[in-house]
């Protein structure tokens, strides 16, 4: 359990997880259709063949153990009882430029020397991320998130207002490192380059 330097109050992450999984249940009862649906999506993602339609037609389906699952994955671990068993382990500051792999390349990002040009571009827009890289700074796409299995929808990015380097949440700030640290590979050793033979 790790301290709020702020406050000295400890931060219960389980606490925080089954406040999501209480919300991601309320959303998927809940009258609205669209959040209910958005709720049936993310519980959909348990099993191979369910479809967001079919469980909104037989909610009682779906148990709070379900919605537990969903949060546990999408935090990084396999289930909620892997969740429960590593939760408490603290991961080191995540590594950035593991966000920028080959595989990325082809996204258009965009790069500045300085935080306060790239902090401009970033401005309102949803769709963009703010990451330091090494001594520069780059505003990336959502898609390139996504595709490291990341879950751009995640409510504490905007709670850090997308921006890694100030981010205005320091809590939710720790939530996503932790969970970063999980899901995003590490980037593949560099090869020594061999000398031509003579």
């Known amino acids: ?26 959303d998927f009862a809940s009258a609205d259709k669209r959040r209910a649906f958005h ?13 967001a339609n079919a469980l909104l037609a037989d909610p009682s389906r779906i148990q709070r153990k379900h919605a537990l699952a969903v949060i546990a994955r999408e935090m990084g671990f396999r289930d909620w009882r892997h969740l429960t068993e590593e939760a408490h382990v603290e991961l ?5 430029t593991r966000l920028f792999p080959p595989s990325t390349s082809f996204y258009l990002n965009a790069w500045f020397a300085t935080y306060e040009e790239a902090r401009d571009t970033l401005g309102a827009r949803k769709d963009r991320f703010l990451f330091p890289y090494r001594r520069q700074f780059v505003v990336c796409e959502a898609g390139l998130l996504a595709s490291l299995g990341i879950d751009v929808k995640d409510p504490d990015w905007e709670l850090i207002g997308r921006d890694w380097v100030r981010p205005r949440d320091a809590d939710a ?8 640290a999980r899901i995003v590979p590490p980037l593949p050793e560099r090869r020594p380059r061999q000398g031509k033979s003579s």
């Open 1 to 26: 359990m790790r301290t709020d330097s702020s406050s000295q109050k400890p931060i219960d992450a389980l606490a925080e997880y089954k406040v999501r999984a209480s919300k991601l249940l309320k």
């Open 173 to 180: 700030h720790y939530r996503l490192n932790q969970k970063l």
């Open 92 to 96: 080191p500051a995540f590594d950035t």
């Open 39 to 51: 709720a049936a999506l993310r519980l959909a993602t348990l099993w191979p063949d369910a479809d």
